[in-house]
Nanobody, 125 residues
Framework: QVQLVESGGGLVQAGGSLRLSCAASGRTFSSSTMGWFRQAPGKEREFVAAIRLNGGRTYYADSVKGRFTISRDNAKNTVYLQMNSLKPEDTAVYYC??????????????????WGQGTQVTVSS
């Protein structure tokens, strides 16, 4: 199967930056799409960004557009999320996810087959 392991979370002041990594192993890039989601306490898990592994097209939630960048290194089986101009409302556990099959609903959690354990991002004001 596929294992996803996130890293790079931490505590940062508002306006700062962090880069999250998602290292994949197993039957990885039989995945068509990789995504990042986040979940704040008491809230539902929400879409942040996604990238098509074939072609590299990217998608972003409106709340992070212009501040976050998703990228991938297929040779390293790794997906990244560069987060700049962080705000306190970005505080959440961030999850990496992989979808085996192409879907136009890249923003929906139920389209993803594999999930990492999550990494905490805390932005102080």
């Amino acid at each position: 199967q596929v294992q996803l392991v996130e890293s790079g979370g931490g505590l940062v002041q508002a306006g700062g930056s962090l880069r999250l990594s998602c290292a994949a192993s197993g039957r990885t890039f039989s995945s068509s799409t990789m995504g990042w989601f986040r979940q704040a306490p008491g809230k539902e898990r929400e879409f942040v960004a996604a990238i098509r592994l074939n072609g590299g097209r990217t998608y972003y939630a409106d709340s992070v557009k212009g501040r976050f960048t998703i990228s991938r290194d297929n040779a390293k089986n790794t997906v990244y999320l560069q987060m700049n101009s962080l705000k306190p409302e970005d505080t959440a556990v961030y999850y990496c996810a992989g979808a085996r099959y192409y879907s136009s609903s890249y923003y929906a959690t139920d389209q993803y087959d594999y999930w990492g354990q999550g990494t905490q991002v805390t932005v102080s004001s």
